[in-house]
């Protein structure tokens, strides 16, 4: 089968086609026009360097602090190498494969607008890595997000220079030994290489898409789930009313309120008298919540569209300007912003999850304490409320900001840093606890549904609970629930589902 193959260049990189590159394990190849721009911007940089005496920040000089310590020209290129060397200081856990290789398409996507000064070379050596699923070793502790994120993109760098630790066909071994069974030659830096490998944002910025790209998915599951949960509860639909919600203007509330309302359409709980005047805030400001989530993350997709479309190494070359600038690119703090309010919006949509799973289970509105027939001999499901509450917690931590903190560093020449690295990983830590929090509570309004028999939901509500039942069967009697969370967890990664195509965020 002919292998499908994205070619880059310097139109827009979007979230679909991230989405499948990923997905469809797809090929790199730079456009034609890339691959003019790179070579342009390094023959401008060699003829530049030849002719002029004058110090360019990390092309003929030190670097951070050491500014103002001049190179010789003979000794460009290993400054360069030193600079990967000596910057590959990262600890902690181990980034995860699939963010590792997002991270080498967002350098390549970087490089390829020609204000860099790489060799073709080194960008064709990045997508060979990438289009090989040789996976360097990067640690997710070391960045501060500030002059790029310089020690995990160390990491990600030293395999060109037949240094460092990779991932292939499964086996973590030597980027020495794998350079040498393709037949590659370790590369040798020229000027300003190494700084734009290493300057940029693309650790955060790989971290954030991948969260970001999940967090699409997770909030629209979490509208579907809420809508069971509503039905299951006998919640009232007259919250959801459009003209409730256009007098107070958010997009997202809108949004939210509309797709309950499809749903949740011809519904015979939904429709059925209700005793009750008000349901509790879990249920009825469902849309307010959801909402406000939602905006966060078109917010937040904005900031990362403008990001991984961007160069961001330092300093820029303008070949076409006969300008070389040392600027700030690099910095995380829009990122670092954004993914805090990531983290944020993803752990409210957990927070008001959990909270509604905690509502199931009281045993109001005709439903049986802690959803099983016969509770006492059977905890039913106590303890998984329990579970989500720790988790809900454990969100609340992490979504300490950490963009508004900073660290000087290099002498007091880097003297404030976004810290977008560690707003990253957590970030990346809260939207996975999402990912669960949901999962517990479908595991949670299914069963409740279930006691509404032989009353039924909607048409798309009670397609979405058959799938989920083929995994996940009604609980009769206590069992080992860790067992069925995980598979719940594991049914919102694989379901299929439609919702009206004017409600999909255009991604």
Same mark, same amino acid.
């Given at each position: 089968?002919?292998?499908?193959?994205?070619?880059?260049?310097?139109e827009?990189?979007?979230?679909?086609?991230?989405?499948?590159?990923?997905?469809?394990?797809?090929?790199?190849?730079?456009?034609?026009?890339?691959?003019?721009?790179?070579?342009?911007?390094?023959?401008?940089?060699?003829?530049?360097m030849?002719?002029?005496?004058?110090?360019?920040?990390?092309?003929?000089?030190?670097?951070?602090?050491?500014?103002?310590?001049s190179?010789?020209?003979?000794?460009?290129g290993?400054?360069?190498?030193?600079?990967?060397?000596?910057?590959?200081?990262g600890?902690?856990?181990?980034?995860?494969?699939?963010?590792?290789?997002?991270?080498l398409?967002?350098? @390549?996507? %970087? &490089?390829?607008?020609?204000?860099?000064?790489?060799? /073709?070379?080194?960008?064709?050596?990045? +997508?060979? =890595?990438?289009?090989?699923?040789?996976?360097?070793?990067?640690?997710?502790?070391?960045s501060?997000?500030?002059?790029?994120?310089?020690?995990?993109?160390?990491?990600?760098?030293?395999?060109?220079?037949?240094?460092?630790?990779?991932y292939?066909?499964?086996?973590?071994?030597s980027?020495?030994?794998?350079?040498?069974?393709?037949?590659?030659?370790?590369l040798?830096?020229?000027?300003?290489?190494?700084?734009?490998?290493?300057?940029?944002?693309?650790f955060?910025?790989?971290y954030? @898409?991948? %969260? &970001?790209?999940?967090l699409?998915r997770?909030?629209? /599951?979490?509208?579907?789930?809420?809508? +069971?949960? =509503?039905?299951a509860f006998?919640?009232?639909?007259e919250?959801?009313?459009d003209?409730?919600?256009?007098i107070r203007?958010?997009?997202?509330?809108?949004?939210?309120?509309?797709?309950?309302?499809?749903?949740?359409?011809?519904?015979?709980l939904?429709?059925q008298?209700?005793?009750?005047?008000?349901?509790?805030?879990?249920?009825?400001?469902?849309?307010?919540v959801h909402?406000?989530?939602?905006?966060?993350?078109?917010?937040?997709?904005?900031?990362?569209?403008?990001?991984?479309?961007?160069?961001?190494?330092?300093?820029?070359?303008?070949?076409?300007?006969?300008?070389?600038?040392?600027?700030?690119?690099?910095?995380g703090?829009?990122?670092?912003?954004a993914?805090?309010?990531?983290?944020?919006?993803?752990?409210?949509?957990?927070?008001?999850?959990?909270?509604?799973?905690?509502?199931?289970?009281?045993?109001?509105?005709?439903?049986?304490?802690?959803?099983?027939?016969?509770?006492?001999?059977?905890?039913?499901?106590?303890?998984?409320?329990?579970?989500?509450?720790?988790?809900?917690?454990?969100?609340?931590?992490?979504?300490?900001?950490?963009?508004?903190?900073?660290?000087?560093?290099?002498?007091?020449?880097?003297?404030?840093?976004?810290?977008?690295?560690n707003?990253?990983?957590?970030?990346f830590?809260?939207v996975?606890?999402?990912?669960?929090?949901?999962?517990?509570?479908?595991?949670?309004?299914?069963?409740?549904?279930?006691?509404?028999?032989?009353?039924?939901?909607?048409?798309?509500?009670?397609?979405?609970?058959?799938?989920?039942r083929?995994?996940?069967?009604?609980?009769?009697?206590?069992?080992?629930?860790?067992?069925?969370?995980?598979?719940?967890?594991?049914?919102?990664?694989?379901v299929?589902?439609?919702?009206?195509?004017?409600?999909?965020?255009?991604?």
């Amino acid at each position: 089968m002919k292998e499908t193959v994205y070619e880059i260049s310097p139109e827009k990189l979007t979230f679909k086609a991230i989405f499948d590159i990923l997905r469809a394990d797809m090929k790199l190849s730079l456009s034609g026009e890339a691959e003019q721009r790179i070579i342009k911007c390094r023959e401008y940089l060699d003829r530049k360097m030849s002719s002029h005496d004058e110090p360019i920040y990390g092309i003929n000089t030190g670097f951070g602090a050491l500014y103002d310590k001049s190179i010789s020209n003979t000794d460009l290129g290993r400054l360069q190498e030193n600079l990967v060397k000596s910057h590959a200081c990262g600890l902690g856990e181990e980034v995860p494969a699939e963010i590792v290789k997002l991270m080498l398409l967002l350098k @390549v996507q %970087s &490089l390829s607008y020609g204000h860099s000064g790489v060799q /073709l070379s080194t960008v064709k050596r990045l +997508i060979d =890595l990438f289009n090989h699923n040789i996976i360097p070793v990067v640690y997710q502790l070391g960045s501060l997000g500030a002059s790029g994120d310089l020690s995990p993109l160390a990491h990600m760098s030293l395999p060109l220079l037949g240094m460092g630790e990779v991932y292939f066909e499964g086996e973590k071994i030597s980027a020495e030994k794998v350079l040498s069974a393709f037949g590659w030659e370790s590369l040798h830096l020229q000027s300003k290489e190494g700084l734009a490998l290493l300057n940029g944002t693309q650790f955060m910025s790989a971290y954030g @898409v991948h %969260s &970001l790209l999940k967090l699409f998915r997770l909030s629209e /599951l979490a509208d579907i789930i809420g809508a +069971i949960s =509503l039905d299951a509860f006998d919640g009232r639909i007259e919250p959801f009313m459009d003209s409730l919600h256009r007098i107070r203007h958010h997009k997202g509330q809108i949004q939210t309120a509309e797709r309950f309302r499809i749903l949740l359409e011809g519904s015979e709980l939904i429709r059925q008298y209700k005793k009750h005047v008000q349901d509790p805030y879990s249920f009825r400001c469902i849309p307010q919540v959801h909402g406000a989530s939602k905006d966060s993350i078109n917010y937040i997709a904005t900031v990362f569209s403008n990001e991984i479309n961007a160069v961001t190494d330092n300093p820029t070359i303008f070949p076409d300007e006969d300008i070389i600038v040392s600027g700030g690119n690099f910095h995380g703090q829009p990122l670092a912003l954004a993914l805090d309010n990531m983290a944020i919006a993803a752990a409210e949509l957990g927070s008001i999850a959990e909270r509604r799973t905690y509502q199931l289970l009281h045993g109001k509105r005709g439903l049986p304490p802690f959803l099983v027939a016969n509770p006492g001999l059977n905890s039913g499901f106590m303890i998984p409320q329990y579970t989500a509450a720790s988790i809900v917690n454990q969100n609340k931590q992490l979504c300490t900001p950490a963009s508004v903190d900073t660290i000087e560093s290099s002498q007091g020449q880097e003297d404030h840093v976004s810290m977008g690295a560690n707003a990253a990983t957590k970030a990346f830590r809260v939207v996975y606890n999402l990912e669960r929090i949901l999962a517990i509570e479908l595991f949670n309004a299914s069963q409740a549904l279930d006691f509404r028999r032989p009353k039924k939901s909607s048409a798309m509500i009670e397609q979405f609970v058959a799938q989920y039942r083929k995994r996940v069967p009604f609980v009769e009697e206590d069992k080992i629930m860790h067992n069925e969370m995980e598979k719940s967890i594991r049914f919102l990664r694989e379901v299929q589902y439609e919702l009206p195509d004017a409600l999909i965020p255009g991604i």
